[in-house]
C-alpha cells in the first residue's frame, strides 16, 4: 500500500534534480560550461542576462549557447521533505535541489603530525559554528583515502551537536543515530602518521577525482574548502619519479576546473607553519613549490599546474582564494560556505577547428555598464572533444568510492519482495535529462547500463542490465518531467548491506551512483 506514495516521491525528486536549467535531450556537441561569480562593492550582483556577458576563448569572442542564472536559496522552500527510505544523490532531507554546495575537506595527509591535534580543535570549532541551513560535506583524508562523515543530502544538525560535543568533551546521547554521527566524526579526526609523498600525491589527486564527480550534477559555484599544509609536489631526487607524480596532479587540478570546482587552499597551522613538511630533511627543496626544473620535461599546455608555483596560483586558476597562516580557520571556512548564493552558468560550443586538444585560456568580461564589478571564475579548459565528465570509471570503480557520482541524477527505493524471500525489490528514477538521446524520425532512441551492487571489502557483488530507449515525442516528455522508473532486484539474504545503484550513459559514458537504505 505504500509503493504508490514512494513513486510520487521518485517523481517529486525527479522534478526537484531538473531544477534549475534542464532543457531536454542533451546535445553531442562539446558543451564548455563556465560558472562565474560577480562582485561590486555592495555584494553580489543579481539580475544579469547574457547580453551582460562577453567570453572569449583565446581571446577570440565566443557566443554565449547556454545561459543559468542561480539564485540564492529560498529560506522557506515549499518542496516535500524526502522520506527516509528514499535514496537521491542530488536531493537533500528537506527536499530541495542540492547547489551552490560547500566540500569541507580536512586532509590529514598533509598536515604534520605535530600540528594535527591543534588542527582537530579547531575542525570541531568549525563544525560546531555552522547553521544547519548551511549546505556543506564534511569529508577527511587519511591513509584508507576518503571517509565521508557528513554528505549534502544529510540533515546536517546531527553533525554540528557532534561536533559541539567533542568540543566540550560530552559523551555522545543515547539516540543510536546520533551516536553513530559521533563515532564517524572521532575517527575521521585520529592523527595520521606521515606518508611517503608518492602516497600522498597519488591519494590526493584520487580524492580530487571523486569530489569532482560528485560535484557533476550539482549546480551553481562548486567549493572545495581544502584544509591542508601542503600540495605534495616535491618527491625527493629522482627527476621522473617527480614529474610524472606531478603530471598526476595536474590531472586532478584539471578535473576540477573541468567541472568548474573552485578550490580555496586553508594552511591551518598560523603564523610561520605550514611552510615546509617537517617529515621532509632540510636539505630537501620546499614542499608547496616546484623544484627546480620540475617541468623541463612537461609542454606548458599539458596541465593547470605545470606553470603554478603556489596554492594561491593554484586556486586562483580554479576560480578561488588561498588562505595562508590561518590562526583560526573558523572564519575562513564560514567566508567559503557563505560565497556564490547567486552566480551565472555560461556555456559555448567550441568549433571544430578550435578542439585541439590543447589548454586554453578563458576571459570572461562584463559590459562597461557595470564597471567597478569583479568577475571569477576558472581561468582555462581544456580544448578536447570528450567532456571530461563522461570518462567514468568502470561501475566496481564507481560502487567502491566512497562518494557518490552525480552527472546523472538519480533516486532509489528498496523494499523486501514478497515473491522471492532475502531479495529487495528496488525502484531506481533517472534523470532523462542527463543522457544522450537521438532522434530518429519521430521517435528517441538511447540507452544506458543500470547496476545493483552490495558494497563490501572484497569488491562489489551484483549485476547490470541495459535499458534500451524507444520513446515517442509525448513519452519522452513526461519521462523528462517525472523521471524514467526502473524496477529490479537483488539478493540481500535478509542482512543489512551498503545497497547502490550504478547507471552509466551507453553513448556519453557518463555515470550517477546513489546509496538506497535497505530496512532491516
Known sequence: MRKPLVFLCLAAMAGAQNQPGASGPRSKARLV?????????????????ADDFTLLDKGKPEQIDLFTPITERDPNPLAQPLSPQVGSNLVNQRGEHVRNATVILFDRLNISVKDQAFVRKQVLALLSSLKETDVFAFYSLGTKALSVVHDFTADPGPLIRAAARLNAVQAAPADPAEQAIQKRLEAALVPEQSLDAVFRATLTGQAFASI????????????????????????????NRRTELERDLTVAMATLQEENVVLYPIDPGGVGAGQKDSSVPSDQPVEGSLMPNANASIPQNSGALSDLSTMQDIAAATGGDAFYNVNNIVAAVQKVVDEGDISYTLGFHPSDKTLDGRLHDLNIKLTTKHDGATVRYRKKYYAVRQDMRERTPTAAELVADPLEATAVALSGYAQPDPARPGFQ???????????????????????????????????PVGSAQTINLNLTGDQLKQALLS??????????????????AVVRDKILGSGGVVDIPVAP
Open 33 to 49: 560550461r563556465v560558472d562565474v561569480l560577480v562582485h561590486n562593492k555592495s555584494g553580489p550582483v543579481a539580475g544579469l542576462t
Open 425 to 459: 525489490k528496488v525502484d531506481v528514477s533517472v534523470n532523462l535529462n542527463d543522457l544522450e538521446l537521438e532522434q530518429q524520425g519521430d521517435r528517441w532512441t538511447g540507452a544506458f547500463d543500470l547496476g545493483l551492487y552490495i558494497a563490501s571489502p572484497a569488491g
Open 483 to 500: 523521471g524514467l522508473v526502473v524496477t529490479s532486484a537483488i539478493d540481500t539474504k535478509n542482512q543489512p548491506v551498503r545497497l547502490r
Open 212 to 239: 569532482t564527480r560528485h560535484f557533476a550534477g550539482v549546480p551553481g559555484w562548486k567549493k572545495l574548502a581544502w584544509i591542508s599544509e601542503s600540495f605534495p609536489l616535491t618527491f625527493g631526487s629522482d627527476f
